[in-house]
């Protein structure tokens, strides 16, 4: 008896992957089309007035930030004429001469230059002592004043602004009073009163069309109503901020205000004493609910269709790259074991394609792996002794020998020249390994610096710290040089004496710590981080070109093909403050 198929099981198995690729994303979008319509329906509403509410939170804590930065730049106008000193002597002076007041004014406009505020209609100066029968530009007596801000110059309302109407045709001003006193600050000798236009302090954000873009009126901390729109139910939401929020409670947050029409968005206490609210209605709330609705239908059609068009393009993509996978799998099939990796990109489809293009030519790279190794390795010791046996470092020792000579020194001659000669035959002579002794490799590198002291007629000091136990343990030969010649030929370049070489070796748990430290040159920051990098290039072939620092990299490669990640190497150096070269490798 045949058993019955799923009709969702065959689909599954047998169907092509572009037809199940299409089907996902129609029901995905579908499901999307039917859950945000139904989320927007009964949920946005609530959402949208939340955002709309912190938006407009947001730009009345700015808009108000903005206001009192402008604010605080008057009030430093202020600070500024109050602390002259002039103003404060000729206030005090019961009986000023025209020269006083000339200075005074000379002063006065010194300041405005400096510091003009924008939006300025008066700046006056109002003398309590004296009856001033001079004429002034800026000072003035108080008894002509009859306008009605004098309540506040009464009520000692200082360093707060307010509003008020002044002058014959009732101009609104935004004034601030400050107080000057006399040089012994025991008495209030005068007063300063600054007033701006309202509009150039408050002016609102305004949009293309010349209309505010967000409904905005100023109160003070009493509650009271500045500058600004008027909207409905404003004198409620007064009063509600009178009642729960006097001016003792300054700085307080302010809750929202929620009325019939709309609501009621408080900004935090400025330090010039006012706040923004401002005014969200609910009818364009909602218009603008709907509007998303609307926008959001579209858009799920347009995208529904835009996804079903990148679908296809993507389903037809993919089904192109698995035939030209199943194709190279056919060929290896047949016996072509030489492939080569195409452009399939990094995704599932290029990781397969790559790994099974790295699984067929495993076998040749493992063939020729130790064959280029073995290769790498020659060369790498042909460079080394390249780089040591330099001809400018033969021809100078050469030299030295003959200068030793015609200075009747024969038993010095005679020992550079033993030395040189057992150097020169520890380099070639080597054995087929290139791995000898500590010993061996520290013995030969004594008779480098032994010829280069008797070279530089002893322009520095060589000392060692070497662990005897260690001396047994086997090395890469020709690996020391290099480092006692950077410090000869770069550390010390350009000083005549006192430079010191220290080396160094002890055992580090299952390690070698070699330490090579001079108090030379140093190397410049650009330098260090050039050479870093040429070390983590990882080649040979990616420095052979690199003559100045072929020494330190060819020996870096040696001991990474020697032990691989077990080997470590750390430079340390500071421009001027010589250089400190560690090489951490496995005892053996």
């Known amino acids: 008896m045949k058993s019955v198929r799923s009709p969702l099981k065959y689909y599954l198995y047998h169907a092509k992957l572009v037809h199940k690729f299409l089907f996902l ?26 955002e709309i509410q912190a938006t407009s939170k947001q730009f009345i804590e700015q808009y108000t930030d903005n206001v009192n930065y402008r604010l605080t730049k008057f009030k430093l106008l202020l600070d500024n004429l109050g602390n002259a000193g002039q103003v404060g002597l000729i206030f005090s002076n019961p009986a000023p001469t025209e020269e006083d007041i000339s200075m005074v004014e000379a002063q006065i406009r010194q300041i405005l230059n400096n510091q003009f505020p924008y939006g300025l209609y008066d700046l006056t100066f109002y ?50 009073l ?64 009178r009642e729960k929020y006097d001016i003792i409670y300054n700085g307080y947050p ?26 969200l209605a609910s009818t364009s709330s909602l218009e603008s609910i709907r509007q998303l609705n609307r926008t959001l239908l579209t858009g799920n059609l347009a995208l529904m269709c835009v996804t079903l068009l990148i679908g296809s393009i993507l389903s037809g993509s993919i089904s192109r790259r698995f035939s030209a996978v199943l194709s190279k799998i056919k060929g290896v099939s047949q016996g072509n074991l030489k492939i080569s990796a195409s452009d ?14 790295d699984m067929v030519n495993q076998v040749n790279r ?7 190794t073995e290769i790498k390795k020659k060369e790498a010791e042909f460079m080394a002794l390249q780089a040591q046996i330099n001809p400018h470092f033969l021809f100078n020792s050469l030299e030295i020998i003959n200068s030793l000579i015609e200075v009747e020194k024969y038993q010095t001659a005679c020992e550079v020249n033993a030395r040189l000669s057992d150097l020169l035959r520890y380099s070639i002579n080597h054995n087929s390994s290139g791995i000898v002794t500590l010993a061996e490799e520290i013995n030969h590198m004594n008779n480098y610096v032994y010829i280069q002291q008797i070279r530089f007629e002893h322009k520095f000091t060589f000392e060692t710290c070497i662990d005897e136990r260690c001396l047994d343990c086997h090395i890469v030969k020709l690996v020391f040089q290099p480092f006692i010649e950077n410090s000869i030929q770069h550390g010390f370049r350009g000083i005549s004496s006192g ?19 001079d108090n030379g040159n140093g190397m410049k ?13 990882g080649t040979i072939a990616d420095f052979q070109e690199q003559n100045e620092s072929i020494g330190i990299l060819n020996i870096h490669y040696r001991l990474k093909l020697k032990f691989a990640d077990a080997y470590r190497l750390t430079i340390t150096t500071r421009e001027r403050q010589g250089m400190c070269t560690r090489l951490l490798i496995p005892r053996i």
């Not at 599932?348 to 293009?357: M, V």
Request: include cysteine; charge should be negative; aromatic fraction near 14%.
């Open 25 to 50: 994303l129609i029901v995905l979008l579908l499901a999307e089309i039917f859950v945000s319509n139904f989320y927007i329906r009964n949920n946005t509403s609530n959402l949208l007035a939340k």
């Open 499 to 517: 430079g010191l070489i220290r080396f160094s070796v002890r055992m580090e748990g299952e390690n070698l710590l070699i330490s090579f430290e």
């Open 127 to 176: 003398a309590l002592k004296y009856p001033s029968s001079h004429k002034s530009t800026f000072i003035k007596p108080l008894s002509q004043e009859k306008e009605e801000w004098r309540i506040h110059l009464e009520n000692r309302y200082f360093d707060h602004f307010f509003m008020h109407t002044e002058g014959s045709y009732s101009i609104e001003l935004l004034s601030i």
């Open 254 to 279: 302010v809750d929202d205000y929620n009325g019939t029409g709309g609501i009621y968005l408080t900004s935090s206490n400025s330090a010039a004493g006012f706040h923004g609210v401002c005014y």
């Open 178 to 241: 400050k107080p000057v006193y006399s040089p012994d600050g025991s008495e209030i000798t005068g007063v300063i009163k600054l007033s701006l236009f309202p509009e150039k302090v408050f002016r609102p954000i305004k949009g293309a069309d010349g209309k505010a873009v967000h409904q905005l009126f100023m109160i003070d901390n009493r509650g009271n109503y500045i500058y600004g729109e008027k909207f409905p139910e404003m004198e409620e939401y007064l009063s509600f901020f």
């Open 344 to 357: 399939p990109g990094s995704d599932e489809i290029g990781i397969f394609d790559a790994s099974f293009t």
């Open 525 to 537: 920051a650009s330098e260090y981080a050039s050479l870093m990098a040429r070390l983590d290039q």
């Open 366 to 372: 493992l063939i020729e792996q130790n064959y280029v």
